[in-house]
């Protein structure tokens, strides 16, 4: 229960000082009254003009003036310190003030009887408009007190006379939607229409004889204002603009407003600025409780702490909490809009205990006879136990239907419905990743169209260059001590030999450095495969095949995989892993072979399972050790075929790299498409050398670097993962109360969260140090997203189905 403290400031005032100050507690049913005095300070109110003065153009300056106006006399050659300063000056002066001597006979004895923990309401009484101005809640003693909030009242006051009033299960707010001219109150309305167990009528730039039906003619639980206001004659009259040509003051709508307030109206909310007056004038009137905005307030301010304070609110948090908590969260703001939390103020009846949402929903509480009582127990009861079992009932169905969407989902998963829609998808979150730095252990040397055609040769076969001077290119680039070399150039017929040639090309293919090239047999592509250079052993030689999903794009990669026993080539190493494990090597990391996986060090490469893999559900072989391509985008680093021959590059730029040696000339080099190849305009396949250069920089980058790699969930847990989505959506949706409009805005708002769940999961591969994963998960979006849309359209089928088939029937004991 709370406390209530009332600091009556009697006779006097800031120049003369008050002489007679009394401080009175209710506590556990007792009253205690304590008297003191507070000395004069005159310098407070020129403090407090100039903090205004400040604060209204220190706005002005930062462009949030929505809802303040700066004055003539305001000050124009102002800074952020300056107006620091002066705010920290006046909580200084407030504070030294209260911890008078005469003052702290008061304090003392009351912090003897309050506990830390107590919910306190404090008061302080007075008529003089520049105090109610002050921003009491600096004292430290609501520091000290975090569950005690401020709160203002006049001097003269009395309890409300109220008439008898009828219960009601729905709080009834009249929403004045003032004159907005320059300023957004769409948000203010927004909240409103959120909050569920109410009846709201907007009333949208009213006339006055609109204004007054309203307040005559109906019983209101809340009063709320948005729109522009201000207090005039020095704060002792405030008015309210309710249109672009009418203004109102309280005086001149005070009959309706007493009625309102006979009737059971209990809190008026003024979201707008410098409501000082209106509330002091509302108080005359005896309205139990009052929220104003002290001083000229911008936009957001007003929306944020509206917002806060009616979560709150509606939570059932007692009433001067909730509006502390609002308070203190504008604090977060004040970058922007300087001293925001000073804003928010309540004005109280001291005669009235504050109301809470769950008693405004419950009416006022009207006498009953005991047979009332009685009966209406029993009904409540009765309607209780039904509600309770309805309720029950629904939910189960709500499960059922979610569980029987899921398995739908995974059937239809299973049979390849969403294959190309889920490869689609991972391309587009790829798509959306920061750039990398390129990997500076790698670097490709080119042969593009311009060697080709400048190096006129005979050879045998089809080749880019004769084996001259690919002998050449080896020679040189030896020099330059690379760790490894690959050559992504087939070989699989020599060149007549040379004898008058100094440098052979067998004789530099015989390096323990130098991984060639060569394709397995495929009896559906390829029944012939190309076969290695006869001088390399097989220890040194690395497979290239290209993986290709059903819409051309390479995604994956073989790292690992068993020859046919007639294939060409017998190698189960791929290019990529070769030379990721001979440069690998020189760190003094080996790898360890799997039938299921490949490991370097800390680091495993799972293979995908063969028939159900993340999107890949059906028609695509996953044979051998396959993983996920995680695609640098990034540029590569390259040099041409001619600047290597010719010296134009720098020996440092080789040294200690992986190089590999591959054609991008459009005649000759084999392009394939990536994820990134639709990005480009005009569509853009890559030549392979650039996969082969992304495939051996995703395992190098991974090990050495910690670089996560993508990988996916096992089946089970996808299977999980889809229906927790369903069922959450279908609960949301089946709790969410409203039109069909605003459920279809919540699967929304679902797909989009779930959107960005599995973009971050995915993002993790090149940034999982930034978002603290290990490993970039591919989660199954599309499914997902197909079984919380339909979940949400089962759940409105079923709750449309049982509201057409609800009859009322009447409640018989």
């Known amino acids: 229960m709370s406390k209530l403290v009332i600091f009556s400031l009697l006779g006097g005032d800031l ?9 009175q507690l209710w506590h556990n049913n007792q ?3 304590i008297t003191g005095s507070l000395p004069a300070i005159p310098e407070l109110s020129e403090l407090y003009r100039r903090w205004k003065l400040l604060y209204e153009a220190i706005h002005q300056r930062l462009g949030s003036n929505q809802r303040i106006k700066v004055h003539s006399q305001d000050i124009t050659n102002i800074s952020v310190n300056d107006f620091d300063e002066v705010c920290h000056q006046l909580q200084t002066h407030i504070n030294a003030w209260l911890k008078s001597e005469s003052f702290q006979n008061i304090e003392r004895q009351l912090r003897t009887v309050l506990s830390r923990d107590d919910e306190i309401r404090v008061i302080f009484e007075t008529n003089i408009a520049l105090l109610h101005r002050l921003p009491w809640h600096l004292w430290d003693f609501f520091e000290d007190y975090p569950k005690a909030e401020l709160a203002l009242s006049n001097h003269e006051y009395a309890s409300p006379q109220l008439v008898r009033k009828s219960t009601t299960e729905q709080v009834k707010i009249l929403a004045i939607l003032g004159n907005s001219f320059g300023i957004d109150i769409d948000k203010d309305r927004s909240w409103l229409q959120g909050l569920t167990d109410t009846q709201t009528i907007f009333l949208v730039q009213p006339t006055r004889k609109e204004l007054d039906e309203q307040l005559w003619n109906q019983s209101w639980d809340i009063l709320f204002f948005a729109g522009h206001s201000a207090s005039i004659a020095d704060g002792e009259i405030g008015e309210i603009y309710i249109n672009q040509t009418e203004s109102l003051t309280i005086s001149q709508f005070k009959n309706a407003l007493k009625t309102a307030i006979t009737r059971g109206l209990k809190l008026a909310i003024f979201n707008s600025c410098d409501g000082i007056g209106l509330a002091r004038n ?4 005896n309205i139990p409780q009052i929220i104003v905005m002290r001083e000229g307030v911008s936009d957001l301010v007003a929306q944020e702490f509206f917002k806060n304070f009616l979560v709150a609110f509606a939570l059932n948090k007692p009433f001067s909490l909730a509006v502390r908590e609002a308070r203190e969260r504008l604090q977060g703001l004040e970058n922007n809009f300087p001293c925001a939390s000073w804003l928010p103020v309540i004005y109280q009846n001291p005669t009235t205990v504050p109301t809470t949402w769950q008693e405004l929903r419950g009416g006022s509480g009207d006498t009953k006879t005991r047979s009332e009582i009685s009966t209406q127990s029993r009904i409540s009861t009765t309607k209780t136990k039904s509600t309770i079992a309805t309720r029950k009932g629904k939910l189960w169905t ?10 739908s989902t995974i059937g239809l998963r299973y049979l390849g419905f969403f294959e190309k829609a889920e490869l689609q998808t991972f391309d587009q979150m790829l798509l959306l990743r920061p750039k990398e730095d390129l990997d500076p252990r790698l670097l490709v040397v080119e042969v593009t169209e311009k060697d080709i055609q400048s190096r006129q040769e005979t050879t045998t076969g089809v080749k880019s260059i004769s084996d001259s001077t690919l002998a050449q290119l080896l020679n040189k680039l030896q020099k330059y001590q690379p760790r490894v070399i690959g050559l992504d150039i087939y070989r699989d017929f020599a060149d007549p030999l040379n004898e008058s040639k100094p440098i052979q090309l067998s004789t530099e293919l015989s390096k323990e450095n130098v991984v060639v090239v ?3 047999r495929d009896r559906k592509h390829d029944p012939q495969g190309v076969k290695p250079p006869l ?3 097989v220890e040194r030689q690395g497979f290239t095949d290209a993986i290709q999903d059903p819409d051309g794009t390479v995604r994956r990669q073989i790292l690992m995989m068993a020859q046919e026993p007639s294939s060409v080539c017998t190698t189960p190493y791929s290019l990529s892993l070769q030379l990721a494990a001979r440069y690998l090597s020189y760190e003094n990391i080996q790898p360890d072979l799997n039938e299921d996986y490949v490991q370097f060090g800390s680091k495993v490469f799972k293979r995908l399972k063969p028939g159900r893999s993340g999107g890949y559900q059906q028609r695509v072989d996953l044979g051998g050790i396959q993983i996920l391509v995680n695609y640098r985008d990034a540029d590569y680093q390259r040099v041409s075929l001619v600047d290597v021959l010719s010296d134009k590059v720098n020996y440092t730029f080789f040294k200690n790299k992986v190089v590999l040696i591959g054609v991008t000339a459009n005649t000759i080099s084999d392009t394939l498409s990536t994820p990134y190849s639709a990005a480009q305009q005009p569509y853009q396949e890559i030549p392979g050398i650039f996969i082969q250069t992304q495939m051996v920089s995703q395992i190098l980058s991974a090990v050495l670097d910690e670089r996560p790699i993508i990988g996916v969930l096992p089946f089970w847990v996808d299977i999980v993962w889809i229906w927790g989505w369903s069922s959450v959506s279908g609960l949301i949706v089946w709790c969410v109360y409203g039109s069909l409009l605003k459920k279809g805005c919540t699967v929304l708002a679902i797909v989009i969260i779930l959107y960005g769940v599995c973009a971050i999961a995915l993002w993790a591969a090149p940034f999982g140090s930034i978002i603290l994963l290990k490993q970039g998960i591919w989660l ?17 089928l079923i709750q449309r189905r049982q509201e057409f088939f609800t009859i009322s029937q009447p409640l018989v004991e």
Request: aromatic share 8%; glycine share 6%; proline share 8%.
């Open 15 to 23: 120049n003369q000082g008050f002489p007679v100050i009394t401080a």
């Open 31 to 33: 009253l205690f009254k």
């Open 282 to 285: 509302l108080a005359d009137l």
């Open 398 to 407: 709500v499960l059922l239907s979610t569980a029987i969407v899921t398995l």
């Open 518 to 520: 060569c394709k397995g």
């Open 535 to 537: 001088e390399v052993p």
């Open 780 to 796: 199954p979006f599309i499914p997902s997203t197909f079984a919380v849309i339909a979940s949400g359209v089962v759940v409105v």
